[in-house]
């Protein structure tokens, strides 16, 4: 592995693992977790890298292996040490960046690959959920060794899931059955079933200043932005990426602000109140461009991850200077 600083993007190269998924720490400022799959993901194990920045770039703190892909990851709100990832065999891993060891505990229970994992971020609670192929959401007390719940209704497989930043146990699917759906922990059922796209839906993500808001992205190249309060037409729709939209984040710092990355292997920043909402195209991969994450800490910094085995860290010219 090297880590170099490239232009204006720190870069570590991992050589024969291919990124799936970066997040920020929310407590330590530039700390970032990566979850990469050898093969693309079609076959081999997985690591999970967590990485430090410095002077000299990046550099690798903490370098865990699983016996199966890691498809994505997510930082504990409650201790600065753990995380959770979510792997191709079904399973997702509770490890311990305090501890060179293997996980402290592994969660079977999902039939088929996990591909998405969000741990909760709303005071008073701490829960995980879990989205996968074999059409299930699970809701985990990280605590116990078993799920608390098991939600049912999608009909294909789930690609993300994510908690409100707002409402204590709300969260939303985004599936290949071309739906967004909102569920409540307090109740098995579906809240909201919302036919956002006429194409897989591969990604979805809260706003932070806005609790109806949120934004999904799709095979059909396509943002759009979905107000829960009136759910038949989108509040907007963003064009621009030639191929599917692999993530959206939506920024912590500015309201109207989001980001995608992509399978045309670039990552586009938007302003969608805007007239012309595309702020920036940033074209520094050479493969599908899979994990996305902008900074906790710092408003202009941001991580992306490739299957072009590189993880980069920057601080694109729009954030620098938001319109």
């Known amino acids: 592995m090297s880590g170099a600083r490239g232009g204006a993007a720190r870069t570590l190269r991992v050589p024969g693992r291919h990124g799936y998924a970066a997040e920020f720490s929310p407590y330590l400022p530039g700390r970032l977790a990566c979850a990469t799959a050898q093969h693309y993901g079609i076959a081999g194990c997985g690591t999970l890298l967590v990485l430090d920045q410095d002077e000299s770039g990046l550099r690798v703190f903490r370098s865990f292996d699983w016996n199966d892909g890691l498809f994505d990851v997510t930082w504990s709100e409650n201790n600065e040490h753990v995380l ?13 960046t305090a501890k060179a060891a293997g996980p402290l ?58 908690w409100s930043p707002h409402i204590p146990g709300c969260f939303a699917s985004a599936s290949g059955d071309q739906t967004l759906r909102i569920w ?72 109207s602000l989001l980001a995608s990355c992509s399978y045309d292997f670039t990552v586009r920043f938007w302003n969608f109140s805007r007239p012309d909402p595309l702020l920036e195209t940033v074209e520094h991969h050479t493969e599908f461009t899979c994990g996305l994450d902008l900074s906790l800490q710092s408003p202009t910094q941001v991580a992306d991850c490739s299957w072009d085995e590189t993880i980069k860290i920057y601080d694109p010219a729009c954030l620098a200077a938001p319109a």
Do not use: M
């Open 84 to 96: 959770v990832t979510c792997s191709g065999d079904g399973s997702l891993q509770l490890w311990d």
């Open 105 to 162: 505990q592994v969660y079977r229970e999902h039939s088929q690959e996990v591909y998405s994992v969000d741990w909760s971020q709303t005071r008073g609670e701490q829960l995980v959920v879990s989205g996968s192929w074999d059409q299930s959401v699970k809701v985990w007390d990280p605590t116990i060794g078993k799920s608390l719940c098991t939600f049912r209704g999608h009909e294909s497989v789930i690609y993300s899931t994510i």
């Open 184 to 255: 409540d922990v307090k109740t098995t059922g579906v809240r909201i079933v919302i036919p956002a796209h006429q194409a897989e839906v591969l990604s979805c993500d809260w706003c932070k200043y806005n609790e109806n808001l949120l934004v999904t992205g799709a095979v059909d190249c396509s943002l759009r932005g979905w107000d829960l309060r009136n759910v038949r037409q989108p509040v907007f729709e963003l064009l621009g990426h030639t191929y599917a939209i692999r993530r959206v984040k939506f920024s912590p710092f500015h309201a």
